[in-house]
């Protein structure tokens, strides 16, 4: 009670300790009037909100130039459309590949990319391990009646038998009934191989033995066999293979050589460079237009983002091609004074190009994260600054392939066609595109 006789009474009276209830505010029952009358107006407190927001000086001038140009990149990174959420495919114990399956090999530690890539693009694929560098599916999945080129399948085949403890001769009878199955005699190529693990890799001497077929063994398909897969490839024929996955276990199959994913034994397209080369990135390069079976000629203008030390410039160079070089590095040495060689010490995602020049070639080879590097390219497709892309995306260490789906959305929503992606022998983590801007 005492209480309240110091702080005056609730109701009526003048209160003791400050001016009357009424003078700071409206009663509780009227929940406020507006706004503008719980204190003085707007412009008494401050300039109006779009005076705040204005720069004032040179600091907050470069603050809100910023701020325009993130906004504007932003703007220039294609947003993926909403699709069905990535699967979550859990690991599984490897089995070898049976009869009936595709059997693929991959990179060494590449085999969940595979699988996940497999199953995103047709559950019915149903994949799962089949050893080190080995994956095995149900079907291969189709896009229309066209097989789908898979990532991070480096090769693959049907498989139409599995021997054991094989032999050249009974790799020659497996080699002739697969060809059988394929259709009539046509010119025809054998590769064997074997995974690229530490396992087996040390097969690799007893793969090259089973390819000296008995002829007599082969009968009728004798007399058509051709040099390579690639002699088979240019007359529409067929593509025999045999992978050695351990000293007692082979797989044996044969089918068209345009359906194969590469044309190199075991997929892997082992390239070599002059020593003049300024890195390794130049195989990357030359392994990626053997792949795509498309190159630059001379003359053609191509811009190389992100060029430095100068790998894929040297390897343009020496097909006298025109190279625009954008890095703020230094490139080696051994490109100083290159004739057809403009180096711009430039930040990639700020160079623009002379519009009224476009480039024939857009190449890319940057270490950067993989949606940021597909908004840049995705930008030359939408500004028509090139033609043609060759590019090479870094990928995290989890979820290549849900990052590579990701990207692929990207470029070919901002107008890239004809999209190829493959994580070719001489990439890391990281896969290699080819595109074409109709």
């Known amino acids: 009670m005492a209480r309240r006789e110091r702080s005056g009474p609730r109701k009526?009276?003048?209160?003791?300790?400050?001016?009357?209830?009424?003078?700071?505010?409206?009663?509780?029952?009227?929940?406020?009037?507006?706004?503008?009358?719980?204190?003085?107006?707007?412009?008494?407190?401050?300039p109006p909100?779009?005076?705040?927001?204005?720069?004032?000086?040179?600091?907050?001038?470069?603050?809100?130039?910023?701020?325009?140009?993130?906004?504007?990149?932003?703007?220039?990174?294609?947003?993926?459309?909403?699709?069905?959420?990535?699967?979550?495919?859990?690991?599984?114990?490897?089995?070898?590949?049976?009869?009936?399956?595709?059997?693929?090999?991959?990179?060494?530690g590449a085999e969940q990319d595979l699988i996940e890539e497999l199953?995103?693009?047709?559950?019915?694929?149903?994949?799962?391990?089949?050893?080190?560098?080995?994956?095995?599916?149900?079907?291969?999945?189709?896009?229309?009646?066209?097989?789908?080129?898979?990532?991070?399948?480096?090769?693959?085949?049907?498989?139409?038998e599995t021997l054991a403890a094989p032999t050249a001769a009974s790799v020659a009878g497996a080699v002739r009934r697969a060809l059988d199955r394929a259709g009539a005699p046509q010119p025809w190529a054998l590769d064997a191989w074997v995974p690229d693990s530490d396992a087996g890799n040390r097969l690799s001497n007893a793969a090259a033995a089973?390819?000296?077929?008995?002829?007599?063994?082969?009968?009728?398909w004798a007399q058509h066999r051709v040099a390579n897969a690639r002699a088979a490839f240019a007359e529409n024929g067929l593509y025999a293979q045999v992978c050695l996955t351990s000293p007692d276990h082979a797989a044996v199959g044969a089918g068209f050589?345009?359906?194969?994913?590469?044309?190199?034994?075991?997929?892997?397209?082992?390239?070599?460079?002059?020593?003049?080369?300024?890195?390794?990135?130049?195989?990357?390069?030359?392994?990626?237009?053997?792949?795509?079976?498309?190159?630059?000629?001379?003359?053609?203008?191509?811009?190389?983002?992100?060029?430095?030390?100068?790998?894929?410039?040297?390897?343009?160079?020496?097909?006298?091609?025109?190279?625009?070089?954008?890095?703020?590095?230094r490139l080696a040495h051994s490109l100083d004074g290159k004739k057809g060689l403009l180096h711009l010490r430039a930040d990639a995602f700020r160079f623009t190009p002379d519009e009224t020049d476009p480039a024939d070639w857009l190449f890319c080879d940057m270490a950067w994260r993989p949606l940021e590097a597909a908004g840049l390219?995705?930008?030359?497709?939408?500004?028509?600054?090139?033609?043609?892309?060759?590019?090479?995306?870094?990928?995290p260490m989890r979820k290549k392939a849900e990052h590579l789906f990701r990207v692929r959305e990207i470029l070919e929503d901002a107008g890239w066609t004809s999209l190829r992606a493959r994580q070719l022998y001489h990439d890391r983590d990281e896969v290699t595109i080819g595109a074409v801007r109709i």
């Open 257 to 329: 050589a345009r359906d194969a994913p590469s044309l190199a034994p075991g997929g892997r397209l082992r390239v070599h460079v002059p020593e003049a080369a300024p890195s390794r990135a130049a195989m990357k390069l030359v392994e990626a237009l053997t792949w795509l079976d498309r190159a630059p000629e001379p003359g053609d203008l191509c811009v190389d983002l992100g060029a430095a030390p100068g790998g894929w410039t040297w390897v343009l160079l020496e097909r006298r091609a025109r190279v625009i070089a954008v890095d703020p590095a």
């Open 210 to 220: 089973l390819e000296a077929l008995d002829p007599a063994a082969l009968g009728r």
């Open 377 to 395: 390219l995705a930008k030359w497709a939408r500004r028509k600054w090139a033609r043609l892309l060759v590019a090479n995306i870094k990928l």
């Open 49 to 108: 909100r779009k005076e705040r927001s204005r720069p004032v000086g040179e600091r907050d001038e470069r603050q809100a130039r910023a701020r325009r140009a993130q906004s504007a990149r932003k703007q220039e990174q294609a947003r993926p459309p909403e699709r069905r959420v990535f699967p979550i495919v859990p690991p599984a114990s490897p089995a070898p590949a049976r009869a009936g399956e595709w059997l693929f090999t991959t990179r060494a």
């Open 12 to 46: 009526g009276g003048a209160r003791a300790h400050g001016p009357p209830r009424k003078e700071h505010g409206p009663p509780r029952k009227e929940h406020g009037p507006p706004r503008k009358e719980h204190g003085p107006p707007r412009k008494e407190h401050g």
């Open 119 to 160: 199953y995103f693009l047709d559950e019915r694929s149903q994949p799962r391990p089949a050893g080190e560098a080995l994956v095995a599916a149900a079907e291969r999945p189709r896009r229309g009646p066209e097989l789908t080129e898979l990532a991070f399948a480096r090769q693959g085949f049907l498989v139409g």
